[in-house]
């Protein structure tokens, strides 16, 4: 059983920086996708950052582009979010989900298998 937990999350200031970490648990593969999605009061929950558990390939939402970095360490089972430059309109909750293999990278959250129960991310102004 495939098992997401995230962490980190808490309140920064406009322009800031923070970190979130998903730890996965369970039979994972390189043919395996990791993603996180995030979903703030009174919004649908929408993409943000993904990739392969193999790290070959990253992908972004243009509305986090150029200001997020999703990674994992090769042999390691740690997902990292960094976030930079964040604004008001970043703030939600920030989920991690996993999906077997498909092409394109799946961007739509019944596409995902596996869910963690969420971080919480306040960017005050």
């Known amino acids: 059983q495939v098992q997401l937990v995230e962490s980190g999350g808490g309140l920064v200031l406009s322009g800031g920086s923070l970190t979130l970490s998903c730890a996965v648990s369970?039979?994972?593969?390189?043919?395996?996708?990791i993603a996180w999605f995030r979903q703030g009061r009174g919004k649908e929950r929408e993409f943000a950052a993904g990739m392969w558990w193999s790290g070959s390939s990253t992908y972004y939402s243009d509305s986090v582009k150029g200001r997020f970095t999703i990674s994992r360490i090769g042999g390691k089972n740690t997902v990292f979010l960094e976030m930079t430059t964040l604004y008001p309109e970043d703030t939600a909750v920030y989920y991690c989900a996993l999906a077997r293999r498909m092409f394109p990278f799946p961007r739509q959250p019944n596409q995902y298998d596996y869910w963690g129960r969420g971080t919480q991310v306040t960017v005050s102004s």
């Open positions: 369970g039979p994972i593969s390189n043919d395996n996708l």
